[in-house]
Each structure stands twice: as C-alpha cells, then as structure tokens.
C-alpha cells in the first residue's frame, strides 16, 4: 500500500505543477482552478489514499461503482461530483452522495433530481453538460445538450426546488467542427458561460479538461479540470 501511495503522490505532484505552469502561462491565480480526481475503476482505497494527500473533490461516471464508494469514504472530507450520463431510475442513488451532478441534459433529469434532492433533504449542485458535437437530435455522442439549449434547461435547473444552478461542463469532441481542437471547444464553452451569467450570475463554475488537455482548459478559463489516469494511472478495461 505504501508503494501505491508513493505511486499516486508522485502522480498528483505532477498533476499539480501542470495546473500551475498552466495557470502562470494564462496570468491565473492557482488557487482559481479546482482540481477534481476522477476515480472510477479504482477502490475506495485509493480514495483515501487521495483524500490522505490532500485531495477535497473527486468524481464518478457509474453509479453502481460510486455509491458503495461513497459509503466506504462518507467520514472523508470529500466532494462527491457525478460525471457520467445518468439514468432517471439511479437518481434516488446518486442523490445520496453526490454533491454535484455534472451532466444534467434533459428536462426530465431535472425533474427527477428535485423530486429526489426534496425528498432527501439535499441541496444538489447541478452543472449543465454542454455537447459541442451535437446534431440534428440535440445531444452528443457523450451526452449532453446542444448550445442553442443551455438556456432553456438552465432556467428549469434554477427553478427547481432542491437543485442549485452552479454552471456548465464538457467533454472535449471526437467530431464535428471541434475535434481536435480543444481550446477552442472549451473557448466555446467560456462563452456560453459568460452568457450564462448574464441571467443566473452565481452559475460560476466551468468543468472542463481531463488528463490530455487541462492545459487548454485552463487557458481558456476552466474552473474545474477533471483528472482521472494522469493520477491513478491507467485504468483497467471495464468488462
């Protein structure tokens, strides 16, 4: 255990000194990018192990893994952000635990994350998941809702009882006008954002980059980044 802490506690420092060379390279603050360790795949051990070298925000794609998770970490001192799309029927689960939700796309899952946020007497922090890659149908390949969209389901996220609108998040496209081209998808992203806060000033937070491209990200002025196998190494393939 001693070698997989060492092992992870290289991996954040690294992680780290590229979120601040990212941030000293935009004229940031360091202290203006939140670093979020995603954890899927891996054990609540390596959680701890985590949350033991200081990490406070770690994220989760599939509730089957996340909610047991959750319960063997719940005296930790940690922030729980659900990051993958979400079926209506693990809503009620991932309530339990989770402190935000990143991916809200649909007018259905906000009404269903209310009913349940109400009912468990929670405050759940809601990001928009904005699809850059989106078609005819509205949504991305990974989710998420188109652009001309954002607007719409950010006015029922704020007007529903138990949820609070905190921002917007997004996947980097493999198609479209912007694969390949990550900091202008995440430019994009920032100017949604900025119109965002027009109408709900307090939808502050912007999730974007994941381990290959945080340095764009914070270049384009990400909040949040959402770092999985840059800390934890490289996942084993899901059966």
């Known amino acids: 255990m001693t070698d997989r802490k ?4 290289a991996n954040l420092a690294k992680v780290e000194r590229r979120i601040a060379d990212a941030c000293a390279a935009a004229g940031r603050a360091r202290d203006e990018v939140t670093l979020i360790v995603v954890t899927k795949t891996y054990p609540a051990g390596d959680v701890r192990m985590l949350a033991e070298l200081g990490v406070r925000h770690v994220a989760e794609n599939r509730d089957q893994d996340a909610a047991p998770k959750a319960e063997a970490c719940s005296d930790l001192p940690l922030t729980w952000h659900f990051v993958g799309q979400l079926q209506t029927n693990k809503v009620r689960s991932v309530v339990g635990y989770a402190d935000f939700v990143q991916s809200v796309d649909r007018s259905r899952l906000v009404t269903a994350l209310s ?10 922090g809601c990001l928009i998941q904005v699809a850059l890659d989106a078609g005819a149908s509205g949504r991305g390949e990974r989710g998420g809702v188109a652009p001309d969209g ?6 029922l ?3 529903a009882p138990g949820l609070r609108l905190a921002g917007l998040m997004t996947v980097a496209p493999l198609t479209g006008e912007y694969a390949g081209r ?3 998808a995440f430019e994009r992203l920032m100017d949604l954002s900025t119109d965002l806060r027009r109408s709900h ?4 937070m912007v999730s974007a980059g994941m381990s290959a491209d945080l340095e764009q990200a914070v270049a384009a002025g990400a909040t949040h980044v959402r770092v999985g196998s840059a800390v934890l ?7």
Request: charged content about 30%; overall charge negative; aromatic content about 0%.
């Open 6 to 9: 060492d092992e992870i506690a």
């Open 115 to 124: 009913k349940e946020a109400g009912r468990a007497g929670r405050e759940l």
């Open 150 to 155: 954002v607007g719409e389901l950010a006015d």
């Open 157 to 159: 996220v704020a007007g």
């Open 182 to 184: 990550e900091q202008a």
């Open 201 to 204: 000033p307090a939808a502050t």
């Open 233 to 239: 190494g490289v996942r084993p393939r899901l059966g």
